[in-house]
Nanobody
Framework: QVQVVESGGGLVQAGGSLRLSCAAS????????MGWYRQAPGKQRDLVAG???????NYADSVKGRFTISRDNAKNTVYLQMNSLKSEDTAVYYC?????????????????WGQGTQVTVSS
């Protein structure tokens, strides 16, 4: 089992920045990829960004050039730096760790999830 805890959400004005953090603990041996999803009210949960153990990344088109995902292997922590925030970025952001490859992140909702952290961008 892997436990996942997010932090760093909040309220920010459009054009501002936020940094989300996600710490994992437990049996990390099988974990291959991790990342961030978001879910706005009435919408499905979508992938925002993913990263592998080796540091390869992928991003949703809507956040490319604005968001950066990174990880600290020693701390089992993954980060999401969000810049130039827009009102459409408003959502609950969920951290995910999984024992599947990064390509699976856009296809299937599985693995270990955090409780979610609210990001609200005011226009």
């Amino acid at each position: 089992q892997v436990q996942v805890v997010e932090s760093g959400g909040g309220l920010v004005q459009a054009g501002g920045s936020l940094r989300l953090s996600c710490a994992a603990s437990g049996n990390m041996f099988s974990i291959k990829s991790m990342g961030w999803y978001r879910q706005a009210p009435g919408k499905q949960r979508d992938l925002v960004a993913g990263i592998t153990n080796g540091g390869s990344t992928n991003y949703a088109d809507s956040v490319k050039g604005r968001f950066t995902i990174s990880r600290d292997n020693a701390k089992n922590t993954v980060y999401l730096q969000m810049n130039s925030l827009k009102s459409e970025d408003t959502a609950v952001y969920y951290c995910n760790f999984r024992d599947l490859n990064i390509e699976s992140m856009s296809r299937v909702l599985t693995g270990y999830w955090g409780q979610g952290t609210q990001v609200t961008v005011s226009s």
